[in-house]
């Protein structure tokens, strides 16, 4: 496996908290 395309589970729950807080702080 020399190119990792998927994220771990750690990086994809920080990349959707950090989704969620974006979503949060950016509301229409």
């Not at 020399?2 to 229409?28: G, H, N, W």
Request: glycine share 0%; with cysteine.
């Amino acid at each position: 496996m020399c190119c990792r395309k998927r994220f771990s589970l750690d990086e994809q729950s920080i990349y959707l908290k950090y989704r969620k807080d974006l979503a949060q702080t950016s509301v229409p």
